[in-house]
Nanobody, 111 residues
Framework: QVQLVQSGGGLVQPGGSLRLSCAASGSSFNIYSVGWYRQAPGKQRDVVAFITSGGFATYAPSVKGRFAVSRDNDKQTVYLQMNSLTFGDTAVYYC?????WGQGTQVTVTS
């Protein structure tokens, strides 16, 4: 049974940066793709970024060029580096591996 524990997030000003982490426990982490999602109040949960087991990354158009997803298989951790944050990035961010979800972490962009 895989468990995902997220860290990072918080308050940041527009134009700032944050890094989210998603640490997995359990076996076989290396063979799984991992996705980052976000959900703003009153909106559906949407995919933000996705990284395959081999490290190939894809991004939603709204974050491409600003966000970067990476993984450290030795640490069983996936990261989401978020740069040039805007008010529109405010949401709860979740990581997902298979059917397992992280607990979510709030990112608030505020002046």
């Amino acid at each position: 049974q895989v468990q995902l524990v997220q860290s990072g997030g918080g308050l940041v000003q527009p134009g700032g940066s944050l890094r989210l982490s998603c640490a997995a426990s359990g076996s076989s982490f290396n063979i799984y793709s991992v996705g980052w999602y976000r959900q703003a109040p009153g909106k559906q949960r949407d995919v933000v970024a996705f990284i395959t087991s081999g490290g190939f990354a894809t991004y939603a158009p709204s974050v491409k060029g600003r966000f970067a997803v990476s993984r450290d298989n030795d640490k069983q951790t996936v990261y989401l580096q978020m740069n040039s944050l805007t008010f529109g990035d405010t949401a709860v961010y979740y990581c997902r591996l298979g059917t397992c979800w992280g607990q979510g972490t709030q990112v608030t962009v505020t002046s």
